[in-house]
């Protein structure tokens, strides 16, 4: 069964701290890997996209990770600020006809 | 450039009634989505479309009709509303090629009582 898995549910953290929130994944066949920021009450805004050839992506402090032999994902935050507390949700594509996999989501809160 | 959008953001239903969300994205994107948000689960996909004129059945279709008349919209209908489908539901667009990322709308939050 094709399934996303994040870890942790929810992560408490101190402003200017890092963090590594993770995601495990079953998918096949596998087609890109997507990391997303879900502030409360608004839309997914897309952090980072990888495919099967890539094994790390960056976007400003935000660093996703791709290991596609073990289909595990990372992504990680530096230097946390208050405006990071959000979800962040991993998806995974898979080239069969449009399907996406979501996962439920990391709850981050950033506290000062 | 407005991105996606979404019409109405907050809507009240009795059992039974009808409705339509309206997406409306500028980017010239061909792929459209509709999906659906409920507490402690993943964003779920409804239907989806590849192109005008054309949609596709996704993860939870029953209870839902769409239309893409115009390339540019993507609506989705209720035609008999069910406190089962009270939700937070999402559209997003993308282009057919890569990077293949993803542009949301900021969501219809739908209350069927």
């Known amino acids: 069964k094709n399934q996303v898995e994040q870890s942790p549910q929810s992560l408490i953290i101190l402003e200017g701290k890092n963090c590594t929130l993770q995601?495990?994944?079953?998918?096949?066949?596998?087609?890109?890997l997507r990391w997303y920021k879900q502030d409360t009450g608004r839309g997914p805004v897309s952090l980072t996209i990888m495919t099967f050839s890539e094994n790390t992506k960056s976007n400003g402090r935000y660093t996703a990770t791709l290991d596609a032999d073990t289909k595990q994902s990372s992504l990680h935050i530096t230097a946390s600020q208050l405006s990071d507390s959000a979800s962040y949700i991993c998806?995974?594509?898979?080239?069969?006809?449009?399907?996406?996999?979501f996962g439920t989501g990391t709850s981050l809160t950033v506290i000062p | 450039n407005a991105g996606v959008t979404q019409t109405p953001k907050f809507r009240v239903l009795k059992t039974g009634q009808s409705m339509t969300l309206l997406c409306a994205q500028d980017m010239n994107h061909e792929y459209m989505y509709w999906y659906r948000q409920d507490p402690g689960m993943g964003l779920r996909l409804i239907h989806y479309s590849v192109g005008e004129g054309t949609t596709a059945k996704g993860e939870v279709p029953d209870g839902y009709n769409v239309s893409r008349l115009k390339k540019q919209n993507f609506l989705l209908g209720l035609e008999s509303a069910a406190p089962s489908q009270t939700s937070v539901y999402f559209c997003?667009?993308?282009?057919?090629?890569?990077?293949?990322?993803?542009?949301f709308g900021p969501g219809t939050r739908l209350t069927v009582t």
């Open positions: 998806v995974v594509s898979s080239f069969t006809g449009n399907q996406f996999y």
């Open positions: 997003a667009s993308e282009f057919s090629s890569p990077p293949y990322e993803q542009y």
């Open positions: 995601c495990n994944y079953t998918v096949s066949p596998f087609s890109n």
